[in-house]
């Protein structure tokens, strides 16, 4: 821990009485962890971006914003080394889990600073990990690094920790250009953009404004047991983008020569609804070798938005006939953090994770009975709040 402020706050998540002194209102505080990525790089001797230890403390530090009373108080963990998120992977988010119980009892709400390359990937493991979380955990960081002029590090830094200390929303979100998203529905659409990052199958949590406009009815319901963290994660799953003319025999030779002691899943991303080429012997003889040898084929889809059904198509059917498990409409990440979760969880029977994969454990994929109904009308019950009386 590097830094405390002393500075009362605000904030319950629905409409802030303007008029409450500050000695009505319940001091809360929050906890950044800094993992690392570009918020907090400056350029070295060779123009290049790198990590600086402790600036990026220093530069909250001396932010006048956290020293507002409407701001909470709150302390920070440093990582040494500061990891680029690309080199980041299960020990990593093991890591943020474990600090993340440790402070959990002593804070309202925490903020995961990191690059954002793997964030989708880092949430979505975190929202697995954490069973009967009921505080919000948000993960930032930003395309463009605090020291520059113009950069959207301040803004996503100030506007997750507003949201951590006021949203009430118990789920791992993924805080990025003032938006709130469900931390295992988002993935890194842009890597120019300052919306970095979209929740394509989920509408956002919050959205800010002129108010935040919290929805609650689309967040995740308090836990009923308290917090249990699974540290326990197998990475022994690839990932497959199919492509127009890929070779289906080399696939079928590198599932051909590997063993489930080394790869116990395939994710394999189809195209649209979970099509394929019906040309491609390889790739169903790939997929039934794999099955031979209990390695699980699971199915998503390569289109950002929509589900994947493998009805609707002939070969979908016959992937299905060999066993291959369509995903709904989970992300990739989400889909292959989870099958690390439940592989670890279930010490790494295919089985446990065959059957888990496809029920929604932390609103990561819409069951098939609510697509499409009320459930997205995104406006309903919306409670609005305001950091500012003057707003
Ligand atoms: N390469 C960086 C990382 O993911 C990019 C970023 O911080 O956005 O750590």
Redesign the pocket.
């Known amino acids: 821990m590097t830094t405390t402020s002393d500075i009362a706050s605000i904030a319950d998540g629905t409409v802030i009485d303007p008029h409450m002194t500050m000695d009505d209102q319940e001091q809360k505080s929050v906890l950044i962890i800094y993992t690392?990525?570009?918020?907090g790089?400056k350029p070295d001797e060779n123009g290049s971006l790198a990590p600086v230890p402790g600036y990026l403390v220093q530069v909250l530090n001396e932010m006048p914003e956290m020293h507002r009373p409407e701001m909470p108080k709150y302390d920070i963990i440093e990582y040494n080394p500061l990891?680029?998120?690309?080199?980041?992977g299960p020990a990593e988010w093991v890591k943020i889990a474990t600090d993340i119980q440790t402070h959990y009892l002593a804070y309202d709400g925490f903020v995961v600073c990191?690059?954002?390359?793997?964030?989708g990937y880092a949430a979505s493991a975190l929202s697995f990990m954490l069973e009967n979380l009921g505080k919000p955990v948000i993960f930032t960081?930003?395309?463009i690094p605090q020291y520059e002029v113009y950069s959207d590090a301040r803004r996503n830094l100030l506007v997750s920790i507003i949201y951590a200390m006021s949203c009430d929303i118990p789920e791992v979100c993924i805080c990025f250009n003032d938006n709130l998203m469900r931390g295992n529905r988002s993935k890194k659409v842009n890597s120019v953009g300052m919306a970095?990052f979209e929740s394509p199958n989920y509408p956002q949590l919050a959205v800010l404004g002129t108010v935040i406009r919290y929805r609650h009815h689309l967040a995740l319901k308090p836990p009923k047991s308290s917090l249990r963290v699974h540290k326990k994660l197998c990475g022994d799953a690839v990932v497959i983008k199919l492509a127009p003319g890929f070779n289906d025999e080399v696939l079928f030779s590198l599932v051909r020569h590997t063993e489930k002691k080394f790869l116990k899943a395939i994710v394999l991303e189809l195209y649209g609804t979970g099509n394929g080429p019906s040309n491609k012997q390889g790739l169903l003889d790939a997929i039934s070798c794999a099955q031979g040898k209990g390695i699980m084929v699971v199915g998503v889809s390569q289109c950002v938005k929509g589900s994947v059904s493998l009805d609707s198509y002939a070969l979908g059917r016959e992937f299905m006939r060999r066993g291959v498990i369509p995903c709904e409409d989970m992300t990739t990440e989400a889909c292959v953090t989870k099958i690390a979760y439940l592989l670890g969880r279930g010490n790494n029977d295919v089985e446990y994770v065959r059957k888990f994969l496809t029920i929604d454990l932390r609103g990561e994929l819409t069951p098939r009975e609510k697509a499409g109904s009320k459930f997205f009308d995104v406006t309903k019950n919306e409670s609005k709040s305001r950091l500012s009386s003057r707003l």
């Open positions: 690392g990525g570009t918020m790089m990891i680029d998120s690309s080199s980041m990191m690059g954002t390359d793997t964030m960081g930003s395309l970095a």
